[in-house]
T-cell receptor, first 111, second 112 residues
Framework: GDSVTQMEGPVTLSEEAFLTINCTYTATGYPSLFWYVQYPGEGLQLLLKATKADDKGSNKGFEATYRKETTSFHLEKGSVQVSDSAVYFCALRGTGNQFYFGTGTSLTVIP | NAGVMQNPRHLVRRRGQEARLRCSPMKGHSHVYWYRQLPEEGLKFMVYLQKENIIDESGMPKERFSAEFPKEGPSILRIQQVVRGDSAAYFC??????????FGPGTRLTVL
């Protein structure tokens, strides 16, 4: 069945460091891929998405490219800020319109 | 356009009581999803509904849990005879056409 596997955390980085959070997926067909962010005590917010192979989603300095050949959708940011501290979830929408979420990666950015 | 609304934000119940969680989707959204999040864990899918129909309830426990999304009014997730293990954050998400999901702030259920 469809599933998402993402890098386990927690991840701790210094401000202005480069961020990569790995995400790979298993799916039949051509799923849409998403990254969501969850700040403490809040619900998930859509960060970015890509709907077909080679698409790049981007928002607030974050980027992720839909790689069909490696079934990956890694999240990257060139220079993280303290305000980026949150939990990040990779997700896919399968052919049955059900969404599958990774277990989340906690990021802490220290000044 | 108001976002997804959930209420209550916090709910405390004693073992054996009933919990009712409400979700009002964004205007124009006819797809609703419910998820459960346990501390330090990811989201677990529970149920997917469209107006007046349950599309997929494969993630919902067979007993004590039920969900509905009536023609009028919010979607309701109902937990009967709650137990301590039901303590979690419950999130609702809505979608216009089963595309991108927009999440509510969640209801944090505590069972004493």
């Amino acid at each position: 069945g469809d599933s998402v596997t993402q890098m386990e955390g927690p991840v701790t980085l210094s401000e202005e460091a480069f961020l990569t959070i790995n995400c790979t997926y298993t799916a039949t067909g051509y799923p849409s891929l998403f990254w969501y962010v969850q700040y403490p005590g809040e619900g998930l917010q859509l960060l970015l998405k890509a709907t077909k192979a080679d698409d790049k989603g981007s928002n607030k300095g974050f980027e992720a490219t839909y790689r069909k050949e490696t079934t990956s959708f890694h999240l990257e940011k060139g220079s993280v800020q303290v305000s980026d501290s949150a939990v990040y979830f990779c997700a896919l929408r399968g052919t049955g319109n059900q969404f599958y979420f990774g277990t989340g990666t906690s990021l802490t950015v220290i000044p | 356009n108001a976002g997804v609304m959930q209420n209550p934000r916090h709910l405390v119940r004693r073992r054996g009581q009933e919990a009712r969680l409400r979700c009002s989707p964004m205007k124009g959204h006819s797809h609703v999803y419910w998820y459960r999040q346990l501390p330090e864990e990811g989201l677990k899918f529970m149920v997917y509904l469209q107006k007046e129909n349950i599309i997929d309830e494969s993630g919902m426990p067979k007993e004590r849990f039920s969900a509905e999304f009536p023609k009028e009014g919010p979607s309701i997730l109902r937990i009967q005879q709650v137990v301590r293990g039901d303590s979690a954050a419950y999130f609702c998400a809505s979608s216009p056409q089963a595309d991108t999901q927009y999440f509510g702030p969640g209801t944090r259920l505590t069972v004493l």
